[in-house]
């Protein structure tokens, strides 16, 4: 009796890795070779070499339903051109940039060794994000006001040499106006004040700091802090919007003060000034009135299997 045949099925799991070669001071491109080894333990790899953030938009774009997964490299601004075009394929995070706030909310490791650990041995978590003007998204802030600009000013070369402290060097240089701007607007209940700064989060930190550090990047929740100032400041009006955006930053939404107000909904709706520059993870977005809803479970992420996110 002749036994019966069985053919083997093979089913190839594909991962598609995106890089800028000069994301991380280079150090991307020089671990590639180690990058495909470890992603190659469980994926057929295709590697790209980006050419400019709108390339890598259209190539995240077009890998829907061609790949099981799409890993990156970068920084918030990065990932924030990733989930502009992100359909339902899980992504994978090596954070590269300057801050990683987003790699910091989620525990997703700095180093090329740890990031690919939770790639490859993490869970897949669906994560908010936050959408504005029905049109445009961002992962984990939209902020307007003093020192939101220090990301997309700092100019990369002063990135490369400093680090963060190249923010400290520009902030201390060209941020430290503390100019006033209306808003009036509602989160749950209505506002109508004017201020120095205003921060829209979905994550725990805000430039490295926790400023938002009991907060989850899964529960169809945003928080809005405001730092509060007088139309036309004195000298010591002045200095105390100062610590009070120190204090905001430091010790996070839950401290008390009078001129910082926190509201927390599943979207927020602010009136303010046309000439008011919003930024969006990091990036320069649009200018004036926002309404900005959450989006849940929008994007999936691997993250650290026991990090609660």
């Known amino acids: 009796m002749q036994?019966?045949?069985?053919?083997?099925i093979i089913i190839t799991v594909k991962c598609l890795f995106l890089y800028n070669p000069q994301s991380g001071k280079g150090k991307i491109a020089r671990k590639l070779p180690y990058i495909r080894r470890r992603l190659e333990s469980q994926y057929e790899v295709e590697?790209?070499?980006?050419?400019?953030?709108?390339?890598?938009?259209?190539?995240?774009?077009?890998?829907?339903?061609?790949?099981?997964?799409?890993?990156?490299?970068?920084?918030?601004?990065?990932?924030?051109?990733v989930v502009q075009a992100a359909g339902k394929v899980p992504l994978g995070y090596l954070p590269s940039g300057t801050t990683n706030d987003i790699?910091?909310?989620?525990?997703?490791?700095?180093?090329?060794?740890?990031?690919?650990?939770?790639?490859?041995?993490?869970?897949?978590?669906?994560?908010?994000?936050?959408l504005v003007n029905g049109q445009y998204y961002a992962m984990y802030i939209v902020a307007a006001g003093t020192l939101t600009s220090l990301t997309y000013m700092t100019s990369q070369r002063q990135k490369r040499a400093l680090g963060w402290f190249a923010y400290v060097f520009h902030g201390l240089k060209n941020n430290l106006?503390?100019?006033?701007?209306?808003?009036?607007?509602?989160?749950?209940?209505?506002?109508?004040?004017?201020?120095v700064l205003i921060l829209v989060m979905n994550g725990r930190s805000?430039?490295?700091?926790?400023?938002?550090?009991?907060?989850?990047?899964?529960?169809?929740?945003?928080?809005v802090a405001l730092v509060k100032q007088a139309k036309r400041p004195n000298f010591f009006q002045k200095i105390g919007a100062f610590?009070?955006?120190?204090?905001?930053?430091?010790?996070?939404?839950?401290?008390?003060?009078?001129?910082?107000e926190i509201f927390r909904g599943d979207h927020v709706r602010i009136h303010t000034s046309e000439m008011l520059t919003w930024?969006?993870?990091?990036?320069?977005?649009?200018?004036?009135?926002?309404?900005?809803?959450?989006?849940?479970?929008?994007?999936?992420?691997?993250?650290?299997?026991?990090?609660?996110?």
């Not at 805000?206 to 928080?223: H, I, Q, T, Y």
């Not at 610590?243 to 003060?257: C, D, Q, Y």
């Not at 649009?286 to 993250?303: F, Q, R, S, T, Y």
């Open 103 to 130: 790699a910091v909310s989620l525990g997703i490791p700095r180093s090329v060794r740890g990031a690919l650990g939770v790639i490859l041995k993490g869970r897949r978590a669906a994560l908010d994000c936050l």
């Open 206 to 223: 805000v430039a490295r700091f926790p400023v938002n550090r009991s907060a989850s990047m899964a529960d169809g929740k945003l928080e």
């Open 177 to 195: 106006k503390f100019e006033v701007f209306p808003v009036e607007g509602e989160c749950g209940e209505e506002f109508s004040t004017d201020c």
């Open 3 to 8: 036994a019966a045949g069985f053919s083997a």
């Open 47 to 81: 590697i790209y070499e980006t050419k400019s953030p709108e390339d890598l938009t259209e190539k995240v774009k077009k890998a829907e339903g061609q790949y099981d997964l799409i890993v990156f490299s970068g920084g918030d601004g990065t990932f924030n051109k």
């Open 279 to 309: 930024d969006f993870d990091g990036e320069e977005g649009i200018k004036g009135d926002v309404e900005i809803e959450v989006l849940p479970a929008h994007v999936n992420v691997c993250v650290p299997k026991r990090k609660k996110v």
């Open 243 to 260: 610590f009070s955006v120190a204090a905001l930053m430091v010790f996070g939404i839950k401290i008390k003060k009078r001129d910082i």
